[in-house]
């Protein structure tokens, strides 16, 4: 036999890998080295799990993406996902670690790695944890760069000087007093302005 990771965690795996095509993966691990094998960890391949689940990893580290400890979009997504997701167990990063166990609060890790190039990832000891492929990562929370705010902005701005435009043009038509009428059309001109200016 040999050792595979849980299904579950090659499904978080690729999910970060589809949403950061890019990223950094020369931290990524599964399985234990010797150094863990001494340990109780799991990422140690559990060799008494039952019938085919005979040598599953249940933990996976994967890359921050970035220099030692900094709050990569990568750490974001996967602290955003991991931490409340039903497989999990506990999460590790950056000198601290958050468990099922605690309610999730954030606890000091002083464990032999910081873990500030990746995040940790353990899932419970339960098939239902291993074999849950379903999707870890929620919505990106902003799917617009700053350019394509500020290029949003801009339209919403236009937009709103059109409607401007429209309604001072409905007033004018039906304006009688002349005072108000230049009023109006003085109002015009420097909607316009902005409108050549945007
Ligand atoms: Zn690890």
Redesign the pocket.
Known sequence: MSWFLAPSLVALRDEVNARFPNRDKSSD?AVGDTSHAARKSS?NPLWSAPGNWSGVVR?V?IDSNGKPGERTPVVDALLNAAIGDPRAWYVIWNRQIFSVTYDWEPRPYDGASPHDHHV?ISVLEAVKAWSDTSPWLKEADDMFSDKDREMLTRIDTRVANLQRVEKIRAELERETDAKRHQQLLAELSKVRADLDAS
């Open positions: 691990g990422h933990a580290d940790h």
